[in-house]
């Protein structure tokens, strides 16, 4: 049974920085892509960062390029993301996601619950 349980999430001061864990668990970490998906309130889904299998590619949304940066540990199944510098516009539902291969943008098929991620300004 696939599970991606998320972690970190919390209250952060603009400019700040916060890191978000998610623990993947019922699959083989390191044979499918995953990304971060985040929901602002009252607003839909927007994709913020996809890796692939081996982590030797990255790809971000503009608006994070450059402040966000996505990473695996395969060994330990954890997918990460390291937010700096954030804005009040990351104000968010982090949501990890696993690819359905090893591309990097391949469709997602599970879901975690989600972190809160709340930037005061």
């Known amino acids: 049974q696939v599970q991606l349980v998320e972690s970190g999430g919390g209250l952060v001061q603009a400019g700040g920085s916060l890191r978000l864990s998610c623990a993947a668990s019922g699959f083989t970490f390191s044979s499918y892509s995953m990304s971060w998906v985040r929901q602002a309130p009252g607003k839909g889904l927007e994709w913020v960062s996809f890796i692939g299998a081996s982590g030797g590619i990255t790809d971000y949304v503009n608006s994070v390029a450059g402040r966000f940066t996505i990473s695996r540990d395969n060994a330990k199944n954890t997918l990460y993301l390291q937010l700096d510098r954030v804005k009040a516009e990351d104000t968010a539902v982090y949501y990890c996601?696993?690819?359905?291969?090893?591309?990097?943008?391949?469709?997602?098929?599970?879901w975690g619950k989600g972190t809160l991620v709340t930037v005061s300004s």
């Open positions: 996601a696993k690819g359905g291969s090893n591309w990097i943008h391949a469709a997602v098929d599970y």
